[in-house]
């Protein structure tokens, strides 16, 4: 009997390798930052030769320090940074540029000009986007428009274009396998999510050659094997995009569930089932995984500054020390004494869209003390995830009466608390947190017999704490009405 599943997890800041046993608990992990590259123009970039060696160097220490071998392996599942863009060689394996990292806005203005010219419609119905520079497609095109002979070797059949999934699976098969999965391709902006296919027109219209492309396998798939981790071979058999794991790894297998990531952003994401959903309310409709012949959709929808606001406090306005501190704060006061934060530091995304919108503190009086204000930045995170849920309910007609949490913020006992309070459902945070790496590991654990079936993994779920609602709904409400009337003073 193999022991365990080895989950590669390849963000965007670390790359880490952790061992999953059957009860979906981490046996051990290594974890290895590498450089983020930021040029004067705003450019982000990552080095995809840092991305591959930090990540080798995590999994081959984490065999060693369990004196494990291949053997000991069922299979290896892959979960990495979205949309995060590169093109390498076929022959060589050398990458023609850096990494074009999701963050990176350099193709800002070709997504205006797409917007200008009509293609929402048609992109949207297609691949359940928005057109923005997040998502690979126009980061591909920048490069095979940029960089010096590319487009004419990508023509000539020479490149091969990967999300960072993608890339990894290529170089741990040595070059054997050029693949990713329904969850990755749904991020390129080029997928079909109806007819699961490339979709030609955008190709053409984007200029970009189909031979570049990975073939798009099952989530839970044959990815092939690698033998550059411990003695022999280990499969490779679980492939999804960081939030679709982290779906799967909170066993949202069914229509209606729903996950949200407290992070430096807040990443919502409801499993809507077979079919997709298309929003009214401008959230992302894209494949969250292809299991056992059969795909599940989900909506998507983003908060931009969530933990991010307590970090302001802290390095910014220097009022706490630490993040956690926030949560002894909050609760040293009744409330916010009226006091509302709108951390619009970058616009306000779904279901506001207000590039233009600038953060708001309102409410002050002369009794408003740090207390208030921490209070306030930690309910805000709340907020923004509410009015998503709201959207997402508004859009699917689903209502939620359970989400299941996790991220560094989801530590927060005030924040869930309140969460709770003001959503009206019941907030359910796990034992183990890694949810996304977890979720990778499920994927490939199905596939290798590791474990049985879903159930199988549903057993394994083990609640921390399950946060219920506790305020009425009148007050609900007055709080709601507060913090839409902060919203509206967001556009200056
Ligand atoms: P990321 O993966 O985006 O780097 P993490 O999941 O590691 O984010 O979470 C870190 C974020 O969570 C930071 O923005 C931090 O301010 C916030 N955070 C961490 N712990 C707490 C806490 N106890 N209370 C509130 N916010 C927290």
């Known amino acids: ?10 963000g965007t800041t670390s790359s880490r390798a952790i061992l999953f046993n059957k009860s979906g608990e981490i046996v051990a992990q290594k974890q290895h930052e590498f450089p983020q590259i930021f040029k004067e123009n705003g450019y982000v970039e990552h080095n995809p030769e840092d991305i591959w060696s930090s990540l080798l160097t995590a999994a081959r ?3 060693l320090c369990k004196k494990l071998n291949a053997g000991d392996i069922s299979s290896i599942g892959i979960t990495n940074q979205r949309e995060t863009t590169i093109i390498w060689d076929k022959k ?16 800002a203005d070709y997504c205006k000009e797409l917007v200008q010219s009509g293609y929402s419609d048609m992109i949207r119905e297609k691949t359940g986007l928005i057109i923005d520079p997040y998502f690979s497609a126009t980061k591909i095109k920048w490069i095979l428009d940029n960089v010096q002979g590319v487009r004419e070797r990508a023509q000539n059949g020479r490149l091969l274009f990967g999300t960072v999934d993608s890339y990894i699976i290529w170089k741990l098969t040595e070059g054997r ?3 990713t999965d329904y969850s990755n391709a749904s991020r390129t902006m080029l997928f079909n999510i109806n007819t699961l296919e490339w979709d030609n027109d955008i190709l053409k219209l984007l200029g970009i050659p189909k031979n570049m492309l990975p073939e798009v396998y099952e989530s839970s798939g044959d990815y092939g094997y690698t033998t550059l981790i411990g003695k022999g071979k280990i499969k490779i058999c679980g492939v999804a995009g960081d939030q679709q794991a982290s779906l799967f790894g909170q066993a949202c297998f069914n229509k209606g569930d729903f996950k949200c990531t407290y992070g430096t952003g807040a990443f919502l994401l409801m499993n809507t089932g077979s079919e997709p959903v298309s929003s009214q309310n401008g959230l992302l409709t894209t ?14 929808g983003s908060v931009f500054v969530a933990g991010a606001a307590i970090q302001w406090l802290r390095d910014g306005l220097k009022i706490i020390d630490s993040a956690a501190q926030s949560e002894p704060m909050a609760i040293s006061v009744p409330d916010t004494n009226g006091v509302y934060f709108v951390p619009a530091f970058v616009g306000l995304g779904a279901p506001y869209w207000n590039p233009d919108a600038r953060g708001v503190l309102c409410g002050l009086s002369r009794g ?26 508004d859009d699917s007609g689903i209502r939620i009466n359970t989400l299941k949490v996790d991220g560094g913020a989801s530590e927060n006992n005030f924040l869930m608390q309140f969460q709770s309070d003001i959503t009206g459902c019941n907030v359910l945070r796990p034992i183990c947190v890694e949810t996304t790496a977890l979720g990778c590991a499920y994927l490939a654990g199905l596939k290798s017999g590791y474990w049985k079936n ?21 007050k609900r409400d007055f ?7 902060a919203v509206e003073r967001t556009t200056i």
């Not at 009997?1 to 390849?10: F, G, S, T, V």
């Not at 709080?479 to 839409?484: A, C, R």
């Open 454 to 474: 879903m159930n199988d993994i549903k057993d394994n779920q083990k609640i921390d704490y399950n946060f219920t609602p506790d305020i009425s709904e009148s």
């Open 479 to 485: 709080l709601i009405s507060g913090w839409k009337k």
């Open 61 to 63: 220490e984490v065999l």
């Open 368 to 393: 408003t003390t740090k207390e208030h204000i921490v209070r306030s930045a930690l309910e805000s995170i709340a907020y923004q995830v509410n009015a998503v849920i709201k959207s997402m309910e």
């Open 92 to 107: 060589t394996g050398e990458p023609v540029y850096n990494a074009i990292v999701w963050q990176c806005r350099r193709t």
């Open 177 to 179: 396998v050029h693949a």
């Open 287 to 300: 494949i969250a995984w292809g299991v056992n012949g059969s795909i599940t959709y989900a909506s998507e």
């Open 1 to 10: 009997m193999k022991k365990y599943i080895l989950a590669l997890d390849q």
